[in-house]
């Protein structure tokens, strides 16, 4: 399997010269999976400047490798308060206060949130119903949580510790490429 595949179709445009496309060991084991994502997250992202689209990109490929119920962000776009970024997965909540739910929860804390069952969780948002479990990891820069990722799956207790540590290892690939480290 290499790391990279590029293909050049015939470019309508001249600054269209690639086709990125994800590279994935067939395996269900996710600590393989994270081995092989995190390379090409680093690699995606540091091809472009702008922060949404590469957020855009990270959960597309976080998606695509995990298919998970929901993937994305939220930013902080005002003191307190995260507004719904770049996702994939159903339609969302779109403003969270600091402090509500699991992803206030992390956002006010600047703590990994990782929640085995939503419905124990005071004051988890349910924006699907079909969400069951969930892991919310804080981007903090200078002191300030900037943005959390924020991963929902459909299974009970789906998260552990590999999801924490590799989804970390992520939001500092981020926070490095954006957030000046
Ligand atoms: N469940 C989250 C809200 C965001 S959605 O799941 C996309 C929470 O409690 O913070």
Same mark, same amino acid.
Do not use: K, R
């Given at each position: 399997m290499g790391i990279w595949n590029f293909r050049i179709e015939d470019?309508?445009?001249?600054?269209?010269?690639v086709t990125e496309i994800l590279s994935l060991p067939e395996t269900a084991d996710k600590t393989e999976l994270y081995a092989a994502l995190l390379p090409q997250v680093e690699a995606v992202i540091a091809g472009e400047d702008d922060l949404i689209a590469n957020l855009a990109n990270v959960a597309a490929m976080l998606k695509s490798a995990f298919d998970f119920h929901w993937v994305g962000f939220y930013r902080?776009?005002? &003191? $307190?308060m995260l507004v719904l970024g770049p996702f994939q997965g159903p339609l969302a909540c779109v403003r969270i206060p600091f402090g509500r739910g699991v992803c206030g929860a992390a956002a006010a804390s600047g703590q990994t949130q990782l929640v085995p069952d939503v419905d124990a969780? &005071? $004051?988890?948002?349910?924006?699907?119903?079909?969400?069951r479990s969930e892991i919310v990891v804080p981007l903090v820069a200078a002191g300030e949580t900037r943005l959390v990722l924020d991963v929902d799956s459909?299974?009970?207790?789906?998260?552990d510790a590999t999801d924490r540590i590799a989804l970390e290892s992520l939001v500092a690939l981020i926070r490095a490429r954006h957030f000046g480290g």
């Open positions: 470019p309508p445009f001249p600054e269209m010269t902080t776009l005002a &003191p $307190g969780f &005071p $004051g988890h948002i349910a924006c699907s119903s079909l969400s459909a299974d009970l207790d789906a998260f």
